[in-house]
């Protein structure tokens, strides 16, 4: 076994260096190859290396030739195929459709990812290296394993192994699959034969479905009925969402018109001991040196440390629940001392831990006693109001502890998003100890709006939840010669939100002096239950209406979410006089907005029907 380099090779002469004459795997990736571990490439090919396997890395391929493909020569086992840390639609394109300019990932900021990255880089695999099998993963793959709609097309997509020529998908977390994978094909066996590797998805020719079906196997309507019937997709994503748990999910199937698609129960969650191995491996937290410019992605995420994965909050408008599942999977005090205690000694480390954290940083090591064995609840969202969870931050505030008393240490900070409920539902004083050791001028939290409608579809906790929050921190601030403050998150143009609820969310900005710089304009990601409700105008859960707000209704409501942006003037005065609200435009302290532009409500009624 060859020991772990500084870099894993990107070209056939740093291979040559380590004595692989043909490499066992190749991963292509849309990112930049970033050796950190946050960075998905990175963190499969250190693992797969770990196991015994040598692993190549190509990085950015042109597309459009096959050069850079060819590059490394054929590996032994498979190639594994990734957008990269981020989907390449949402990567390339902003919320109103147009072509972003710059990609963090990329060396100078500079494109370099196809659209459908993906498929993309599947087709021009299979058309070089036509006997090789090709893998796919990443968070582009695997949020498409099913028939999905697609925002920037405005319709219903195959599953992406109908679209793409390969032989398997990994979803979410991929060690345990990828490293299963490698043994069992490196041992001989043939790629086709692998379907029974949960966290996996595979094709299987209609013919064998239709005479090889069992029971057990969720099947939901197939993508020539999901295409042409909403509500037939509604019904297909509830089924499919409720698979999603590594302990009592089933498999999934889907008939697409000329293949099946099977989806595996998901991966059981690493364990304490299995992520701290991971983490243990030697990462250089560095770019490639090959490149001449540096990766700006890499720079907030440099000197920070991943505590745990999952995240039971299941956010409507995240898919997070169809990647790392509701479970929350902690590394050890002792693996993240050991991780921050390296990172000391590097070039570049000013003290500064940048962020403990996950998804969402403050579950750590929160947990529910019937996880491990019957799952997650079907029935129900995990919440503090249950009895089961729980919710002390005890773990988390010994592992700060601990990494604030490393020598060397100045700062460690929570970069990530925190749950306010979770902190209103603890009596401690969590929120006093992460104010006075753990927030610089910011607190980031999500509350995205106010509106009971709004909040109960977006699965967040309601005003009251907020306000008490809010009362709590700024208690803390009374004694506080250097002030803090909140950041809060908010979204507009959700499912179910109408523009007087997006005034609402106006007039409770304005009565609270809320900063609001940070704001999201909903965008429908593939495989999320927001997406759902956009594209159907159903709730897939109960099948009742949604009002969807599109066209010009998605324009007024993000620009009633920052009215004190003098571009926003008219449109926001156009919201208020739709909304029958024209008390709050004029000079008076309560107006939102002065002046009058007329008689808006022609141009809402002609943008009504516009699809986006």
């Given amino acids: 076994m060859i020991s772990q380099p500084p870099f894993l090779p990107i070209s056939r002469e740093e291979g040559q260096k380590l004595g692989i004459e043909q490499f066992d795997i190749i991963l292509i990736s849309g990112d930049a190859y970033v050796d950190h571990p946050s960075f998905g490439t990175a963190l499969i090919g250190r693992v797969l290396w770990d196991a015994g396997f040598t692993v190549g890395i190509i990085a950015q391929p042109d ?241 920070s440390v991943a505590s745990h994965r999952g995240c039971f909050g299941s956010c409507s408008f995240c898919a997070l629940t169809h990647h790392q599942g509701r479970i929350i999977q902690g590394r050890s005090i002792a693996s993240l001392v050991r991780e921050v205690t390296r990172m000391t000694s590097m070039q570049g480390f000013k003290g500064i831990v940048q962020d403990v954290g996950g998804p969402t940083a403050n579950m750590y090591g929160l947990s529910c006693t019937l996880w491990e064995k019957t799952g997650a609840c079907r029935d129900k969202n995990c919440s503090p109001a249950c009895r089961t969870l729980q919710t002390s931050h005890r773990a988390q505030c010994e592992l700060l502890a601990a990494l604030r008393a490393i020598p060397g240490v100045r700062k460690v900070f929570i970069g990530s998003g925190i749950r306010y409920d979770l902190i209103v539902a603890d009596p401690s004083d969590y929120l006093g100890t992460i104010c006075d050791h753990h927030v610089s001028g910011h607190l980031k939290v999500a509350p995205e709006h106010i509106s009971e409608n709004v909040t109960r579809l977006m699965n967040k906790p309601g005003q009251e939840v907020f306000d008490r929050f809010r009362k709590e921190f700024a208690m803390l601030q009374k004694d506080k010669q250097k002030k803090q403050y909140i950041l809060p998150y908010f979204m507009s143009g959700h499912p179910g939100c109408t523009i007087s609820d997006m005034i609402l969310l106006a007039e409770y900005i304005r009565d609270n002096q809320l900063y609001t710089e940070q704001v999201q304009d909903f965008t429908p990601t593939p495989m999320s239950f927001s997406t759902c409700m956009y594209y159907t105008g159903l709730n897939p859960f109960t099948m ?24 926003n003037r008219r449109l926001v005065i156009e919201g208020l006089e739709i909304a029958g609200r024209r008390d709050l435009i004029g000079t008076g302290g309560q107006c939102l907005v002065g002046g009058d532009f007329g008689h808006p409500q022609k141009s809402f009624r002609k943008h009504q029907g516009s699809k986006k």
């Fill in 63 to 303: 597309w459009k030739s096959s050069a850079d493909f060819t590059r490394l020569g054929s590996p032994r086992l498979f190639f594994g195929i990734s957008s990269g840390n981020v989907d390449s639609m949402v990567n390339n394109f902003t919320p109103n459709l147009k072509r972003r300019s710059d990609d963090v990932y990329s060396p100078g900021g500079i494109p370099k990812r196809p659209d459908r990255a993906v498929i993309v880089y599947a087709n021009r695999v299979r058309e070089l290296f036509p006997g090789i099998p090709v893998i796919l993963g990443g968070i582009e793959a695997s949020l498409r394993r099913f028939a999905h709609y697609d925002y920037w097309q405005d319709r219903v997509r195959q599953a992406i192994l109908a679209d793409a020529p390969a032989d398997l998908l990994v979803f979410g977390m991929a060690e345990r699959q990828m490293v299963e994978i490698a043994c069992r094909t490196s041992a001989g066996e043939p790629i086709t034969s692998l379907r029974n590797i949960r966290g996996t998805a595979f094709t299987m020719e209609l013919a064998e479905w239709r005479s090889r079906r069992s029971h057990g196997i969720v099947e939901i309507p197939g993508f020539s009925e999901v295409s042409q019937d909403k509500a037939a997709y509604a019904r297909a994503f509830a089924l499919h969402y409720a698979e999603q748990d590594p302990v009592r999910g089933k498999s999934v199937v889907q008939p697409h018109p000329k293949t099946v698609i099977i989806q595996n129960p998901p991966a059981i969650p690493l364990t304490t001991l299995e992520l701290d191995h991971i983490y243990d491996i030697p990462f250089s937290r560095e770019a490639h040196p090959s490149y001449r410019q540096h990766v700006p992605a890499l720079e907030p995420v440099r000197f």
């Fill in 544 to 567: 009742e209406p949604v009002h969807v707000p599109k066209g010009q209704e998605k324009r007024i409501q993000r620009a009633l979410l920052q009215y004190r942006d003098p571009r």
